[in-house]
């Protein structure tokens, strides 16, 4: 590998991309300042309505340049909440040139519900809302 290939590689692997899912525009904003705060080469991008974020997933399954490496998903949304959008994507995980590790969010204290996102296999880990710099830094 010649030397500004491997510089090129770097570059893509330290530029990753987020996604934040949330109905909520100020966890959008929160999230953005904590994570560019932690790590500024990171591209992040948000959706209040989760169907969007499967329909770009789709559109985009082979370009792997456009996926994100991680998505922060939360529970509870009005038009398809955290579990609905999990039960989509298993269906389209396999065509996706790649697969972004999943964390879900929630200020719930419903057990259950918490139960039930982790024992998805697509989903890397929990993060209790509100979300501390701590927790960003550990899955950044």
Known sequence: MLPQDQFQKNSLMSSRTIIIVDDDPLVHFTLKKQISYIASDKNITSYTNPILLITFLEINAINEALLPDIIILDINMPLMDGLEFLDRYKSIRD???????I???????????????????????VLSKPINVEELKRIL
Request: proline share 7%; charged share 25%; aromatic share 4%.
């Open 95 to 101: 065509t996706l040139s790649k697969q972004p590790r």
């Open 103 to 125: 964390y879900v969010s929630s200020s719930t204290a419903d057990r259950r519900e918490l139960s039930n996102a982790t024992k998805d296999p697509n989903v890397a880990g």
